[in-house]
Antibody
Framework: EVQLQESGPGLVKPSQSLSLTCSVTGYSITSNYWGWIRKFPGNKMEWMGYISYSGSTSYNPSLKSRISITRDTSKNQFFLQLNSVTTEDTATYYC????????????WGQGVMVTVSS | DIQMTQSPSSMSASLGDRVTITCRASQDIGNYLSWFQQKPGKSPRRMIYGATNLAAGVPSRFSGSRSGSDYSLTISSLESEDMAIYYCLQSIQYPYTFGAGTKLELK
């Protein structure tokens, strides 16, 4: 069974970087697409970006140059880094698998809540 | 970006009711529309993909339909376990975009 699990600090100071790991079991990240999605307080959902089976990436332009998604295929993990965070980045962060645009986000991690506060 | 206008933002219904939630896309998205259910403290669960395809393990009382640029999620007979927030998602164009969500509560 495909399982995803996010990990990382739950508290980040403003202007610092947010770094999260998504560990995948039961499926290789060298297949399909692996994304990050966040849910803000108030329930708005935002697609942040993905890393593909080949290592190519696509990011939400709203995040401009703050975001980076990388991977370690030897550990079957992929990573989110979001720089220069503000309180508006406070959200629950999810990783998820996508099997293309017609078949998105069939498996999700449990989510990790990240608060940006001094 | 493609805007997904979801309605209603909240609704209350009784057990056994037929419930319909709708999303309208600002551009043509074909059938690249999915529906997700999220319960408090849980991850989103995909219910429908490709506008009309039932995801694995989803009860048959859930269905998806399309009429032009309007997409609907219907629950044919509401059960207590269906109380949740529902989101639509377009996945034809990056950035993928979600609807604002519909909170479904028990009347």
């Amino acid at each position: 069974e495909v399982q995803l699990q996010e990990s990382g600090p739950g508290l980040v100071k403003p202007s610092q970087s947010l770094s999260l790991t998504c560990s995948v079991t039961g499926y290789s990240i060298t297949s399909n697409y692996w994304g990050w999605i966040r849910k803000f307080p108030g329930n708005k959902m935002e697609w942040m970006g993905y890393i593909s089976y080949s290592g190519s990436t696509s990011y939400n332009p709203s995040l401009k140059s703050r975001i980076s998604i990388t991977r370690d295929t030897s550990k079957n993990q992929f990573f989110l880094q979001l720089n220069s965070v503000t309180t508006e980045d406070t959200a629950t962060y999810y990783c998820a698998r996508s099997r293309g645009g017609y078949n998105p986000f069939d498996y999700w991690g449990q989510g990790v809540m990240v608060t940006v506060s001094s | 970006d493609i805007q997904m206008t979801q309605s209603p933002s909240s609704m209350s219904a009784s057990l056994g009711d037929r419930v319909t939630i709708t999303c309208r896309a600002s551009q043509d998205i074909g059938n690249y529309l999915s529906w997700f259910q999220q319960k408090p403290g849980k991850s989103p669960r995909r219910m429908i993909y490709g506008a009309t395809n039932l995801a694995a393990g989803v009860p048959s009382r859930f269905s998806g339909s399309r009429s032009g640029s309007d997409y609907s999620l219907t629950i044919s007979s509401l059960e207590s376990e269906d109380m949740a927030i529902y989101y639509c998602l377009q996945s034809i164009q990056y950035p993928y975009t979600f609807g604002a969500g519909t909170k479904l509560e028990l009347k």
